[in-house]
């Protein structure tokens, strides 16, 4: 698995993989010694899982980590976003989807797939029926803010948001970090754990 993703990787002009590893010890020992941009990060993974390892990671800022798995409904893959991971894919996603991924994480952009994201929170987040945060917390946001917020826990793009609420794509941009400024998170990831979290996005509210 690691050959195919370092000869998909290698072969891009932009993108350099400086280490690889077979466990979540060694990927944490990595990390701090070689600094990469961006950690690809399997979940199951022996000596240290890919939850703890990314933490680990996310909480040094040594890097930013994006989570692959085999399963689309791991619950694994929710932790480690709860964790600090900036996204998630599929390790059967497509050659262009992963380098795409690679790049918007390393930009600082987090990566949200609306099918996967939304099976994991409806399952995870939304399975206990009432809100894991205190609602409270988004009383600091505007009507606005708090509209674009509910529109990113549904895995919209900003241009895609911009279209629906007859905005620029420059205002939205700012939205949106106003949002993540207000709330203290991170990145759009988190955004939609705590849209989900505090109730203000439920299971079977997507469109």
Do not use: C
Request: charged share 25%.
């Amino acid at each position: 698995m690691r050959m195919g993703l370092r000869m998909v990787l290698d072969a891009q002009e932009d993108i350099d993989v400086v280490g690889e590893v077979s466990d979540g010890a060694a990927a944490v020992a990595a990390t701090d010694r070689l600094r990469p941009d961006v950690v690809l990060m399997d979940v199951r993974m022996p000596v240290l899982d890919g939850v703890e390892a990314t933490r680990r990671i996310t909480g040094a800022g040594s890097a930013r980590v994006l989570v692959m798995t085999t399963f689309d409904l791991d619950e694994y893959v929710f932790a480690a976003l709860r964790g600090g991971a900036s996204g998630f894919l599929l390790k059967d996603a497509p050659p262009a989807e992963l380098v795409s991924a690679i790049r918007a994480v390393a930009a600082g952009d987090a990566v949200v797939s609306p099918r996967v994201t939304r099976r994991l929170l409806d399952r995870f987040v939304s399975g206990a029926g009432e809100p894991r945060t205190d609602p409270s917390v988004l009383e600091a946001l505007s009507d606005r803010e708090r509209e674009v917020l509910m529109l990113v826990a549904r895995g919209r793009s900003n241009a895609e948001i911009a279209h629906e609420l007859h905005l620029s794509h420059a205002t939205v941009k700012s939205h949106v970090g106003r949002v993540l400024t207000k709330l203290g998170l991170r990145d759009r990831v988190q955004a939609v754990v705590l849209a989900y979290e505090t109730g203000l996005v439920r299971a079977g509210e997507w469109a």
